[in-house]
């Protein structure tokens, strides 16, 4: 079956900028978490949509959020772009059961100029 | 924050040889997943361990669990060099089902 599927792998942006991402979760997955990467950081959470209901929210500014439509597809946008905001932006899926791993996707890799 | 730190930060070995990394955690825990990244891509899960479960072994891994020390391993045996990646260890913890919190990695170079 397909994987998990985060468009688009590479973006820069300016600062004052927004910026959205996408991501498909595995088929029957009702389950989309992000996380952020960063060499500082390391792999932090954002948050996390289930059947289109926010679930989960890590402790990020409000100019990140996300949704996820009927189709489970989620997008999380980040508006006012700030140079700290470059980083490797990951996308998860599972079925929703926290006894089951997550599946990740490959990435998309913000650069803010 | 991070919950955890993971042991050692690198690690290189050579082709054949066992790796083990440690990983400790701060809260109780419903699981305890490890995951590999290869160069910036995606994580990939390799085991989850419950927190009633106390080992793990799946292929060439094996995973354990000491939730009195808040503590697990992961053991690679006969290490590849397909094996070199970075390996982090991610707890659900209770209360937070849906949450992961990843420790701070452990970067393994296997060599010819």
């Known amino acids: 079956k397909a994987g998990v599927t985060q468009t688009p792998r590479y973006l820069i942006k300016t600062r004052g900028q927004q910026v959205t991402l996408s991501c498909s979760p595995i088929?029957?997955?009702?389950?989309v978490s992000w996380y952020q990467q960063t060499p500082g950081q390391g792999l932090q959470f954002l948050f996390e949509?289930?059947?289109?209901?926010?679930?989960n929210k890590g402790n990020f500014p409000g100019r990140f959020s996300g949704r996820q439509f009927s189709n489970s597809r989620s997008e999380m946008n980040v508006s006012t772009l700030e140079l700290g905001d470059s980083a490797l932006y990951l996308c998860?899926?599972?079925?929703?059961?926290?006894?089951?791993?997550?599946?990740f996707g490959s990435g998309t890799r913000l650069t803010v100029v | 924050s991070q919950q955890g730190e993971e042991d050692p930060q690198a690690l290189s070995i050579q082709e054949g040889e066992n790796a083990t990394m440690n990983c400790s955690y701060k809260?109780?825990?419903?699981?305890l997943q490890w995951y590999r990244q290869n160069s910036g891509r995606g994580l990939v899960h390799l085991i989850l361990?419950?927190?009633?479960?106390r080992e793990k072994h799946s292929g060439r891994l094996r995973v354990t669990l000491d939730t009195s020390k808040k503590s697990s391993s992961l053991l690679i045996t006969a290490s590849r060099a397909a094996d070199t990646a970075s390996y982090f260890c991610?707890?659900?913890?209770?209360?937070?089902?849906?949450?992961?919190?990843f420790g701070t990695g452990t970067r393994l170079q296997v060599t010819l």
């Open positions: 991610a707890t659900d913890f209770t209360g937070t089902a849906s949450k992961l919190t």
């Open positions: 361990i419950r927190s009633n479960e």
């Open positions: 088929s029957g997955h009702r389950s």
């Open positions: 998860a899926s599972s079925p929703g059961d926290s006894n089951y791993g997550y599946t």
């Open positions: 809260t109780s825990i419903n699981n």
């Open positions: 949509y289930f059947s289109e209901t926010q679930r």
